[in-house]
T-cell receptor, first 112, second 113 residues
Framework: NAGVTQTPKFRILKIGQSMTLQCTQD?????MYWYRQDPGMGLKLIYY???????DKGEVPNGYNVSRSTTEDFPLRLELAAPSQTSVYFC???????????FGQGTRLTVV | RKEVEQDPGPFNVPEGATVAFNCTYS??????FFWYRQDCRKEPKLLMS???SGNEDGRFTAQLNRASQYISLLIRDSKLSDSATYLC??????????????FGTGTRLQVTL
């Protein structure tokens, strides 16, 4: 019963490097979300998707890209990592935009 | 104005106390409401959905006031294990976009002996 799976769990990047955070769900959910959470702060929506092939910007999309080629996968790409992107990244999915969301365990990213 | 607003706390209460959190939302077209719980350095998890008529789950009671655009969470007989951050979540539909979930920044609860 996997639910939402994120990889990696931890990562240290150097400034200017790029990486992709992986997120996959096995619940056949239409909606998927990427959030970031800085220490002691709330969740901020980066991007979301309402279905395969459809993505939309959230509150803080700059410095990130996403794609949704399948229902199951919603990778988040960081180009040219900056220290301001040091955060915990959560992926979530839901059946619809009005239903509860299920979260992955998060990816803790440090940019040095 | 933020879409979803919560008092960040912290609320420090003794074991056995009753504590209440409120959350206000700005979009009157909001349709679904939830309370999530987040433990330190963990992912948020659904605590309960909030229904128009109000609903109860053990020691937890959630209420919705559409006229004043707020939802509340009441915790009775607080336990040490209730210490966490409680997130208010609202689903809204905006013209021209799909509905999506918006999270409040959370209210931190610390239950003490």
């Amino acid at each position: 019963n996997a639910g939402v799976t994120q990889t990696p769990k931890f990562r240290i990047l150097k400034i200017g490097q790029s990486m992709t955070l992986q997120c996959t769900q096995d619940m056949n959910h239409n909606y998927m979300y990427w959030y970031r959470q800085d220490p002691g702060m709330g969740l901020k929506l980066i991007y979301y998707s309402v279905g395969a092939g459809i993505t939309d910007k959230g509150e803080v999309p700059n410095g990130y890209n996403v794609s949704r080629s399948t229902t199951e996968d919603f990778p988040l790409r960081l180009e040219l990592a900056a220290p301001s992107q040091t955060s915990v990244y959560f992926c979530a999915s839901s059946y619809g935009g009005k239903t509860e969301a299920f979260f992955g365990q998060g990816t803790r990213l440090t940019v040095v | 104005r933020k879409e979803v607003e919560q008092d960040p706390g912290p609320f420090n209460v003794p074991e056995g106390a009753t504590v209440a959190f409120n959350c206000t939302y700005s979009n009157s077209a909001s349709q679904s409401f939830f309370w999530y719980r987040q433990d330190c350095r963990k992912e948020p998890k659904l605590l309960m959905s909030v229904y128009s008529s109000g609903n109860e789950d053990g020691r937890f009671t959630a209420q919705l006031n559409r006229a004043s655009q707020y939802i509340s969470l009441l915790i009775r007989d607080s336990k040490l294990s209730d210490s966490a951050t409680y997130l208010c979540v609202v689903s809204s539909i905006n013209t021209g976009t799909a509905s999506k979930l918006t999270f409040g920044t959370g209210t931190r609860l610390q239950v003490t002996l």
